[in-house]
């Protein structure tokens, strides 16, 4: 078998492997495959083409450009993944390994690409909360903005993942529009590989955007600055070697970490032997142990069952292990391949012997390993712990594989402090169909534990799983699992962004956003802003309607019209005697609906669709004999297709003396 050479990607070139390059070794029968690394990495040369060409080039795109760029690529890709599941048996994955890998990589492009779509402005600046108003009358305000940090993000990943661990902080950062520099684990470098390759000739990458380092990353935290990133993904041990760097810590670079975690789930007290909760509990502790042979910062550590029920969680996860083929992850049939490494082989045992110290093998042989002799192949190790509360290893030892230990709880209390004691996980599950029980475990665990997840017969059918983080929501943990943030949706990308204060009048913040502030100037169109299109509207165009005044008739017909005759309307007496109205008053809807009438163009035109009001308030009543008039502006404008965009336009309904009796934000449908 010849020898791959794993290169890395310098400043646009790719570099071979050099001197201090390393072998890679097939965990399927230990045999070098692969060697990666060269000591002659120009890490400065990297960080000066990130900066000078990747950083420039992505933030002159808006958000929905990188948007639209992140959806290429995970169609890219999509198309090629079957290259990348071939290569990836040598990690020792079968193949629903890969789909977890190569398929989730390319989901978490996919729901990054929607949600920078749907929650992100087409523009460059990103507003963050709502106007705040710094001055009595409104002419000196204050507004967070987002823009992108403007050095480079320094992605450490672990081997267990190569290519969802790439990608599930490549989303969120070319979102952000920041370049990034990819260093994987050397032991599955080569998988990792492949898919930069696929994503620089694929084209649709700015020069600079990616770079990728095969091997160590040399003399390269020593050259970052304040305006870098580094997210590491690994041993807590790597994970504070790392973040006490002299250069980071002098610099104040920022620096995430997702680290080794002591999950736990927890059978909950609600739930007997036979039930659909008590066999979905085993199947997901029996799942989290072998699916990437237990190699997962997500899986399950520790078994927390109530106190009667030892014994039958035992023997039910036994016998679903059982049934699990172990072998060559090639197979078909295979359910479990190898880990990554002999060496990783012996790291896992080594630990598996020190929870040994404290509990019991109840399922599982160390000395009689499947495939013996070849690349990193284990058994399944199941232990028992009699004393969780006097026990310390099986606490705080993450055996790093197919290893988990049942334990027992008492009642709810102690079954939260047992989740508890791990120091901090990045996931703790509960099955329970009870909602107290649900809500106490929340409020004892959420401080230690970054998700929880619940579930039962309910939901099971919909659910993810115990062990996948979701793009949409918060991967990281406190404590033990590292302290760090990542995905959550847009949450992931303002890690690559600066949070920075604004001051300034409403045509200040109106130009910096992009979006119009009341108070700022107001744009005379050519003609009523409904019978133009989407792109000829202009951020601030203004109609003011004519008055229409308000009759006790129209008050009465809309009652009886629509069925709404509550007393504020219909009743003068008991309408004085509430404290916010001065007698009877004008429905609020009736008000929507007369404003509509007064700005709304009636003819065919390019508005397509009213789709919904935001942030609507009543802040002064109407009687019979008010007047109303409107005010409507072009607010935000965000494109949702080729055919047309979203207008978000601010009105305000004001009285016959000037005052402001309801305010909202109108979004319609506009045709390009």
């Known amino acids: 078998m010849s020898v791959q050479q794993i290169n890395s990607f310098v400043a646009g070139k790719w570099l071979a492997p050099g001197q201090g390059a390393r072998p890679i070794a097939s965990a399927i029968t230990g045999e070098v495959i692969a060697e990666a690394g060269n000591d002659a990495l120009n890490a400065g ?30 169609l890219y890709l999509n198309e090629r993944k079957q290259a990348l599941y071939d290569i990836s048996f040598e990690t020792g994955a079968t193949q629903s390994d890969h789909m977890i890998d190569v398929d989730g990589g390319i989901g978490t492009l996919f729901v990054f690409a929607s949600k920078g779509r749907r929650e992100l402005p087409d523009a460059q600046v990103y507003l963050d909360g709502d106007l705040e108003q710094l001055g009595r009358e409104g002419r000196f305000l204050g507004q967070h ?42 032991a599955t470098c080569y998988v990792t590989e492949l898919a930069v390759r696929m994503m620089l000739e694929s084209g649709l990458l700015p020069e600079g955007a990616l770079q990728f380092v095969a091997g160590g990353l040399g003399d390269m935290l020593d050259h970052l600055g304040a305006q870098d990133v580094v997210a590491f993904t690994g ?30 789930s927890i059978l909950g007290p609600d739930v007997a032997p036979g039930t659909p909760e008590f066999d979905l509990f085993i199947k997901e502790v029996a799942r989290e142990m072998t699916a990437k042979a237990g190699q997962k910062c997500t899986a399950i550590r520790r078994i927390i069952t109530p106190d009667g029920l030892i014994q039958p969680v035992i023997e039910a996860v036994s016998a679903r292990l059982a049934k699990t083929p172990i072998g060559d992850p090639r197979d078909p049939t295979t359910r479990m391949g190898a880990l990554v490494s002999a060496d990783q082989k012996a790291d896992v045992l080594a630990k ?33 712990c009699a004393d969780p509360d006097n026990a310390q290893r099986v606490h705080d030892t993450e055996a790093f594989g197919p290893v988990s230990t049942v334990m027992a709880y008492r009642d709810l209390d102690h079954a939260v402090a047992l989740a508890n004691r791990g120091g901090g996980s990045l996931v703790t599950s509960l099955i329970t169909r009870d909602g107290d029980v649900a809500r106490q475990v929340v409020l ?71 979006r119009w502030v009341p108070g700022a100037a107001e744009v005379k169109g050519p003609a009523h802003p409904f019978t133009r299109r989407y792109g000829d509207l202009a951020i601030g165009e203004t109609i003011h309607t004519a008055a229409r005044q308000i009759t006790m008739d129209d008050i009465e017909h809309f009652a009886h019209f629509t069925g709404d005759t509550f007393y504020a309307h219909m009743d003068e ?38 789709t919904g009001l935001d942030n609507l308030r009543f802040m002064k009543p109407v009687q019979a004999g008010d007047a109303i008039r409107v005010r409507l502006t072009v607010k935000a404008k965000t494109p949702r297709n080729p055919d047309y965009g979203e207008v978000r336009w601010h009105v305000t309904l004001s009285n016959q003396d000037g005052d402001i009796v309801a305010e909202y934000e109108l979004l319609t449908m506009n045709a390009f």
């Open 145 to 186: 903005v987002c823009t992108p940090l403007q050095g480079v993000a320094v992605h450490i990943n672990a081997f267990n993942f190569p290519v969802w661990g790439m990608l599930e902080k490549l989303a969120p950062t070319f979102l952000a529009g920041v370049p990034a520099i990819v260093k994987p684990a050397t």
């Open 352 to 384: 598996a012997a020190l929870i040994g110290a404290e509990a019991e093998r109840v399922y599982g042989d160390p000395d009689n390993l499947p495939m013996k002799g070849q690349g990193g192949f284990v058994s399944p190790l199941l232990f028992h």
């Open 45 to 74: 040369a990297m960080l000066t083409h990130a900066r000078e060409r990747g950083g420039p080039a992505l933030r002159a795109m808006t958000f929905h450009q990188r948007a639209k760029m992140l959806k290429a690529l995970a």
């Open 235 to 264: 041993s807590a041990a790597t994970a504070l070697r790392l973040r006490g760097h002299d250069n980071l810590l002098a610099s104040s670079v920022r620096f995430a970490a997702e680290q080794d975690s002591l999950n736990a």
């Open 573 to 610: 007496d008991a309408a004085k005697r509430n404290p916010f109205f001065p007698g009877r008053v004008a429905h609020g809807y009736l008000l929507l609906s007369f404003a509509a009438g007064l700005f709304v163009e009636p003819n065919e035109g390019p508005v397509l669709a009213n």
């Open 444 to 514: 004892g665990a959420g401080a230690w534990h970054g998700r929880i997840y619940i579930n039962n017969a309910d939901s099971m059918a919909e659910s993810t799983g115990h062990g996948s983080p979701m793009p949409h929501m918060v991967h990281g943990g406190p404590g033990r699992a590292g302290g760090g943030e990542e995905l959550g949706g847009i949450r992931g990308v303002m890690h690559y962004m600066q949070r920075t204060a604004v001051q300034g009048s409403p045509d200040i913040l109106t130009a910096i956003g992009g």
